[in-house]
């Protein structure tokens, strides 16, 4: 394990999505996904969200697009609420989910646009 990039990785993780979801997804972790936790801690939060040549705000807005293109819909929740840390705000993120609607399909950014409600009425609902 590369210590730096899982130190690094962890930080900007607590960072973007909070102390408590980290604190949560630490305490579920098994000998069986460990290997994927630091996999994903390493590698998406040590070296692509941790880079300085975009900001967070930007990324937020990336990732929710391509987590609507491609239908991976159980993630678009977490990074909404991640949007409280990164500055991505509502207007960015129906910006990007209208991109997905002209470029992967109306369907997908639909259904991306209702969990984002959701997730934002849960979140005005339960501010943490």
Sequence with gaps: MDNSKFDTGMKTRRAVLGDAHVDRAEASKTDFDTPF???ITEGAWGTIWSSNAISLRERSMITLAL??????FDEIPMHIRATAQT???KQDVIEA????AIYAGVPAANHAIKLAKQTY???EANPE
Excluded at 67 to 72: D, F, G, Q, R, S
Excluded at 97 to 100: D, E, L, R
Aim: net charge neutral; hydrophobic share 45%; proline share 0%.
């Design 121 to 123: 009425a849960e979140m």
């Design 87 to 89: 500055g991505a705000t």
């Design 67 to 72: 987590l609507a293109a491609t239908k991976n």
């Design 37 to 39: 936790q630091t996999l």
């Design 97 to 100: 989910f209208q991109h997905v």
